[in-house]
């Protein structure tokens, strides 16, 4: 009998839930994966090139058109480095605030990523208006949950989108009581509705998946981290932002125009299910209830569970915002007087995608010598080939091209990859011999 | 419930901003003072957030640019009936309007009333001004807006 050698081509010319532009070739020979590469193909956007010569009070403002989506946590990753260069130390409220405004910013990206991004996937659904069909209870709540992380944004930043309300030293403005007080009812009675998504979320059937795998988020010694805290590995490694090129390199690929990270040369995770991982013992005791009524078990294995972790964060963001706005006073003056001073900044925080890590060299009047910036989609993509390869071992390579394209699709959206704001689509070659 | 809300959807980028124009030729008008209750907005690039600022009024007027190969400047109107059919060139702005739309039609969530404007557009090169033929289509949407409020809600 003679074995049959074929090729075939699969090319999907839109995917519209994944933010960039990127493209997946896979391989498969005699029915084992030889080439399987996430080419990220968006041309470089220069940002870390920019900054340079920049005055460090443009910084905030320049960073926060990196990204559309998570825009705050450009600003407080960079505005927290220069201030601890420039030896300053902001007011109380202003590092509460800083918390309340980044929450604001993880509710509606992860209500946004579950909702119009991820779920569909589940529900045999090709778009959230699909979903939108047999679910829309949820997706209803799920805009609801979206549109107050915005007002929340709002707030803070005058705007939802490329904020303008942090400056290095504070913010530039303090909202009013009134405002504040409106904002908590709000917030208030989204709680039963964060705890609804969290039953929700962990209800949806997920493929069952068991990887091992690097887990790497912000740790505090008291709270879930966000904005605050070391970087934190689940072998146990504790380190602080300045340690980060110690331990982590970042390297090119040819076939990307977004660098890999590794950590001691091996892949890792970045983002709500490494930050679950790690900080779950940080959760609130009603969420720590709510996750065990849910049944799902931590450390988790298994990428797919990358949703449910949002709807949690989701809930302890509105529950950390409520928390910090029920104990908000007007400040004296929001910011404080910044003397710049030369010499290398570095800061993280806890993107909603996961950690992001930067680094300043100033000069004596206060600019910007070089800027490198590390963003949590290009430390996870070396994670997400390796999840491809397990997963797509783990479903079986014997299945139509049409489902492996479609595993594939949901396992890149499980780590929400933000490649860009600008174009969605995902190429897909699947070449068999 | 706000009676009508219109919204002007652009970016800063050069004929993007031909919803944006549309707005500010409206106020200019004094629509906003002449005819109540109206909201009148500039967004940029809402994307799913556009739900939301439908449902709450009872009319919407929704001002876009597009790129269809049409000459620059031409206004199309696209109604109720008429943009669910529409899958390409509607917008400049990706999955925004019309992926909005769609949803908020699935969740009932639209408005008794939608009326859709878009201006053809050229470039739209970050920094740069509106092109005359824009400018010239955003003033004259704005009058043809200005007198349907006038004529529809002098009638209620």
Redesign the interface.
């Given at each position: 009998m003679s074995e049959q050698k074929r090729t075939v081509a699969i090319h999907v010319p839109v995917l519209?839930r994944v933010e960039g532009e990127g493209a997946l070739d896979l391989r498969i020979e005699n029915g084992e994966i030889t080439e399987l590469r996430l080419r990220i193909f968006e041309p470089p956007r220069f940002f870390e090139k920019f900054l340079e010569g920049r005055s460090h009070t443009e910084i905030p403002d320049m960073v926060a058109r990196i990204c559309?989506i998570c825009p705050v946590a450009y600003q407080v990753t960079a505005a927290q480095a220069l201030e601890k260069l420039f030896g300053v130390e902001i007011d109380p409220w202003a590092r509460a605030m800083r918390r309340v405004f980044y929450c604001g910013e993880w509710i509606q990206s992860h209500s946004?990523h579950i909702h119009?991004l991820a779920a569909p996937d589940f529900f045999g659904c090709n778009?959230?208006?699909a979903l939108?069909?047999i679910a829309?209870d949820e997706?209803?709540r799920g805009?609801?949950i979206?549109?107050l992380g915005?007002e929340l944004m709002e707030l803070f930043g005058a705007r939802?989108?490329h904020p303008v309300g942090i400056r290095i030293g504070g913010f530039h403005g303090a909202p009013a009581l009134s405002k504040i007080n409106a904002i908590r009812d709000k917030l208030r009675a989204a709680l039963p509705e964060a705890e609804a998504l969290i039953r929700w979320a962990a209800s949806i059937p997920v493929p069952q998946d068991d990887q091992g795998f690097i887990s790497v988020a912000m740790q505090h010694p008291t709270d879930y981290a966000i904005e605050t805290g070391a970087i934190g590995v689940s072998d146990g490694l504790r380190i602080e932002a300045d340690a980060f090129d110690v331990h982590f390199a970042e390297r090119h690929e040819p076939h990307s125009t977004a660098l890999f990270s590794t950590y001691h040369q091996q892949s890792y995770l970045v983002g709500p299910l490494a930050r679950l991982n790690l900080n779950h013992a940080c959760l609130p005791e009603q969420i720590k209830a709510l996750l065990a009524e849910s049944g799902l078990a931590l450390p988790s294995r298994n990428l797919f569970h990358s949703l449910v972790a949002r709807a949690v964060e989701i809930l302890l963001a509105l529950h950390e915002a409520l928390r910090l706005l029920d104990a908000y006073r007007m400040p004296d003056s929001p910011w404080v007087l910044v003397t710049p001073r030369a010499g290398v900044a570095t800061g993280c925080t806890e993107a909603p995608r996961g950690l992001l890590w930067h680094r300043y060299e100033m000069d004596d009047d206060g600019c910007v010598v070089n800027a490198r910036i590390v963003p949590p989609t290009s430390q996870n993509q070396g994670r997400i080939e390796e999840d491809l390869r397990l997963s797509l071992l783990n479903l079986g390579l014997d299945h139509p091209d049409d489902a492996l394209r479609l595993h594939c699709e949901k396992v890149i959206r499980n780590y929400d990859p933000c490649i860009s704001c600008?174009?969605?689509f995902l190429r897909m070659n699947v070449e068999r011999t | 419930m706000i009676g009508v809300r219109i919204l002007g959807i652009g970016s800063p980028s050069g004929d993007d901003q031909a919803g944006w124009l549309t707005v500010d030729a409206l106020l200019a008008g004094g629509v906003q003072t002449t005819v109540d209750p109206i909201r009148v907005q500039k967004l940029?690039?809402p994307?799913?957030?556009l739900?939301?600022l439908l449902d709450d009024a009872a009319w919407v007027i929704l001002i876009d640019a597009m790129q269809n190969h049409d000459p620059i400047g031409r206004i199309r109107h696209f109604g109720a009936d008429d943009w669910p059919a529409y899958s390409h060139g509607l917008s400049s702005h990706?999955?925004g309007v019309l992926?909005a739309l769609?949803?908020a039609r699935?969740?009932?969530?639209l408005p008794s009333r939608l009326d859709l404007y878009g201006i053809e557009i050229g470039s739209a090169s970050p920094g740069e001004q509106a092109g005359s033929e824009v400018q010239a289509a955003a003033q004259q949407l704005a009058q043809h807006i200005a007198a349907d409020l006038t004529a529809t809600l002098l009638q209620t």
């Open positions: 519209t559309g946004l119009l778009s959230a208006i939108a069909r829309p997706v209803r805009l609801r979206q549109a915005n939802s989108v600008a174009t969605h | 940029d690039r994307g799913s957030g739900i939301t990706g999955f992926n769609a949803l699935e969740l009932g969530s």
